[in-house]
């Protein structure tokens, strides 16, 4: 016997309650139903205590339109009669959030679910109100910061809305015929960019943005045509809309063109996540994004690899052999750590923005990836003929335990004193680059350069010289900037590159605008570091100078014959200010003798100030006996297989738990 479906009356509270989200959202619903009843003009106004929607539209006829359309949920739509309806179901959505009075020609109709259950009160009134009026009172007050993150996110959803929507008294839409677009077609408007979120509007009402992997690039879709929806409108049918397959289509091409004019050298990270994810999902051309796309970022530095290259650095790299091995960081919190023992090379270190990248949660799931991703790719050869040299090389590195690495690791940080840590020349150097770098350091902090070559505000630093195994400077932001011993000796050998390179050094510190020693590098870290070289890379040729001047005239005045890099970069510059001077050109750089900082006397270090930052950075560890990384490394393999292990265990003891306790609650 063949028997129908049937609906209980308690779908009702999941059409009001279950459907409900936000109440910018609930507002949108309105304003739809509003424009499919040939509205011009919607006005809406919010406060933390209720709200009005007001529209021009055709509202309800006669006591039957209101039966059949307000008070029956899912009435079928006729094909054409509605911009945005497909369900009927959307205004139960601010029933849950308020008590409501609609007023709509002669017809009123009331609604409080928390008094009057599922049902509403309609009466005739005598007033006559063209179009339809909300009037609704919050159950629940919002808060201030409520009441603005309602506000705003109205105004992102209704953007490009075919009509005039105001929102307290200022108009939010936008006409998307007045926009300047990337490429238009009967479907949808399209603007694209290199990276981040594609927003995606049905015919203006914003819908959902899709992750910058989806496409390989950011953008704007606003259709022309109506896009198939689920019922709460979050996500686009995707398998089954005709209008959105052609809009994908459109819109996957200008992604794809954005991405070849950026190039090789210019990849963004909605690029790199899109290669992970096509690795992981065996999509075709998977040799090719398995050996050229950026997909695994190591440290130190955040450098961008492909997979075939991270397997290759796996087992050599930095110099050395490291047995097919590797560790993640797998917080953000320890990449500091991670870059210490990359930059030793330690082992391979993998930045945890990989993990994000591919969809992983812990090292172990990134190791399972690369297993997928090898499977992907012979069958991508068996089964379509690709032609992968590599094929036979191809292997799963073992992991290693970075907890194991973090707590073998001893940071060992000090400050040194320059008669101690110096001979004789390379102090010479040394005290006049950093008298010159804190003068330097002033200006990049905010400094300001007056009459006489002085600068005045921004930061007074020590510039100290220091020892560390985790960087080559290091700075608290607010006292001092330390460079590593290592690095000041070769001014030496090399005084001139040696110079350029710290300065580099101060530069980088100086961006970190805090504490330098537990903190990474972010997207922010680097627009600084890139803004303040350009903005001070005159000053940063002049004091370079200076130092030169400084630095040789120390000489000079000891009777020391003139010979070595530093001088000939003197004479360079003299020679090419005299072949200038002579065509009637100036000089190559002016005349620094009478700068404070040329005339000024170097200040010795501060012994007291050296004294009190060793205390503050535990000196006692310096003593500790450096580690047996060979030992520490096989230990961390065996530690990796353990806590595989010990996952394993603990799930399984977890849902053995859980349906215990599931035969508990339901026996047989």
Not at 200 to 219: C, F, K, M, P, T
Not at 307 to 313: G, H, N, P, S, V
Not at 569 to 584: I, T, W
Request: net charge neutral; proline share 3%.
């Amino acid at each position: 016997m063949r028997l129908p479906f049937e609906l209980d009356p308690q779908i009702i509270h999941h059409i009001i309650y279950s459907q409900a989200g936000s109440i910018g959202k609930a507002i949108i619903e309105l304003l739809m139903n509003s424009v499919d009843a040939k509205a011009s003009n919607v006005q809406l106004s919010i406060s933390r205590t209720g709200f009005s929607c007001h529209d021009d539209g055709q509202g309800f006829a006669s006591r039957e339109d209101v039966i059949r359309y307000f008070g029956r949920f899912g009435t079928p739509h006729e094909e054409g009669d509605a911009t945005y309806g497909c369900f009927r179901l959307g205004r139960g959505q601010i029933m849950a959030h308020a008590s409501t009075n609609w007023h709509s020609n002669v017809w009123q109709m009331t609604v409080n679910t928390r008094v009057m259950g599922y049902h509403y009160d309609l009466d005739e009134v005598q007033a006559h109100s063209p179009g339809c009026a909300i009037q609704g009172d919050w159950y629940e007050a919002l808060s201030e910061v409520e009441l603005m993150s309602t506000l705003q996110e109205i105004r992102d959803l209704v953007r490009y809305t075919p009509v005039c929507v105001e929102l307290n008294g200022n108009r939010i839409t936008r006409d998307p015929h007045g926009e300047r677009w990337d490429a238009e077609d009967e479907f949808a408007w399209y603007r694209v960019k290199a990276d981040g979120a594609v927003a995606i509007y049905n015919q203006g009402v914003l819908v959902r943005h899709d992750s910058g992997h989806v496409w390989g690039a950011g953008g704007l879709i606003v259709s022309k045509k109506a896009i198939g929806l689920n019922v709460s409108r979050t996500e686009v049918l995707r398998k089954t809309c005709p209008v959105w397959k052609a809009i994908a289509k459109q819109f996957g091409q200008m992604a794809d063109q954005i991405a070849s004019r950026l190039g090789n050298h210019r990849k963004t990270e909605a690029r790199r996540e899109k290669s992970a994810r096509a690795l992981l999902s065996g999509d075709a051309g998977i040799v090719q994004t398995y050996s050229k796309e950026e997909v695994v970022t190591l440290l130190p530095g955040k450098r961008h690899i492909s997979m075939e290259d991270f397997l290759r650095k796996c087992r050599y790299s930095h110099g050395k052999r490291h047995g097919g091995r590797f560790a993640v960081v797998e917080s953000g919190f320890d990449v500091p750590k991670g870059e210490a023992i990359a930059r030793e090379g330690i082992a391979v270190i993998v930045h945890p923005v990989t993990l994000d990248r591919f969809g992983c949660y812990s090292a172990q799931e990134f190791a399972d990836c690369i297993a997928r991703i090898h499977d992907n790719l012979r069958q991508d050869i068996e089964l379509n003929g690709a032609q992968y040299w590599g094929i036979n090389a191809l292997y799963i590195p073992q992991l290693l335990a970075f907890s194991t690495l973090r707590e073998a690791f001893v940071e060992r940080t000090r400050i040194l004193t320059e008669k101690d840590a110096l001979d004789r020349e390379t102090r010479r150097a040394w005290t006049a680059l950093r008298w010159c770098m804190h003068h330097y350091v002033a200006l990049c902090t905010g400094g300001r350069p007056v009459y006489g070559g002085q600068v005045r505000e921004g930061k007074s630093l020590h510039i100290l010289l220091g020892q560390s195994n985790v960087a080559e400077a290091w700075t608290d932001g607010s006292s001092y900037i330390a460079v590593d011993v290592t690095i000041v000796k070769r001014l030496k050998s090399s005084p001139v590159r040696t110079a350029a390179y710290i300065f580099s050094l101060i530069e980088h510190e100086i961006a970190h605008e805090g504490d330098s020693l537990d903190c990474g590098h972010d997207e922010a870290f680097y627009q600084r570091f890139h803004d303040l070289v350009l903005l001070h890379s005159e000053q940063r040729q002049r004091y370079m100078h200076m130092w030169l001047m400084k630095y040789t005239g120390s000489m000079e005045a000891e009777g020391k014959r003139a010979q070595g890099e530093a001088w000939r970069e003197r004479y360079l510059v003299n020679r090419a200010s005299d072949s200038r001077l002579k065509r009637g050109l100036s000089p190559t750089i002016e005349d620094v003798s009478d700068d404070p900082v040329m005339v000024g006397a170097i200040q010795d270090e501060s012994m007291a100030f050296i004294d009190y930052q060793n205390a503050l950075m535990a000196d006692a560890v310096v003593t500790a006996e450096p580690p047996n990384w060979t030992e520490i490394l096989i230990r961390a393999a065996h530690d990796q297989k353990h806590l595989g292990v010990q996952i394993g265990a603990d799930a399984k003891q977890r849902i053995s738990t859980r349906r215990h306790r599931v035969v508990q609650t339901f026996p047989r």
